[in-house]
């Protein structure tokens, strides 16, 4: 017996996402890999904080493991998003492999980069 491709467990994804407010500013942490085969999971979760309206967003990117140009597309996509909302948008603590990404394509310096949640939070409610 053989079994097609759609009888097949699907794999684990290898993004994950947890989002919570703290005072008005929602933060997005995503944790593990972040490339085409996981863009949708982190597009939906970031346009989904980006949803409730929140002061201020912030992407905790201090676990992500491996960041493609597809990573970056998508956080200059929400960056454009946020903006025209009036939101600002955060990265918090990104890893070495989003730093190097941002580094090698001169995106650095066009995102707030702040070292850790309390840093990005502060001054955004209580």
């Known amino acids: ?3 097609r491709p759609a009888d ?5 994804p290898e ?3 947890d989002t919570v407010r703290v005072g008005d500013t929602v933060v997005c942490v995503l944790s593990g890999d972040l490339h085409t085969g996981t863009k949708a999971i982190g597009d939906q979760a970031l ?3 980006l949803e409730g309206g929140p002061a201020q967003l912030a ?3 201090d676990a992500v493991e491996l960041f493609t140009a597809d990573g970056l597309n998508l956080l200059l996509a929400l960056q454009d998003t946020a903006r025209a909302r ?15 990404v941002l580094e090698v394509t001169g995106a650095a310096g066009t995102f707030t980069i ?3 949640v309390a840093e990005a939070t502060a001054g955004y409610g209580p």
Request: positive net charge; charged residues 15%; glycine residues 6%.
């Open 1 to 3: 017996m053989t079994s």
């Open 86 to 100: 009036g939101v600002p948008l955060v990265l918090v603590s990104p890893s070495a492999a989003v730093r190097r």
């Open 47 to 49: 346009n989904g904080a």
């Open 114 to 116: 702040r070292s850790t």
């Open 8 to 12: 097949l467990p699907m794999p684990a």
């Open 15 to 17: 993004l994950k996402t």
């Open 59 to 61: 992407v905790d990117l």
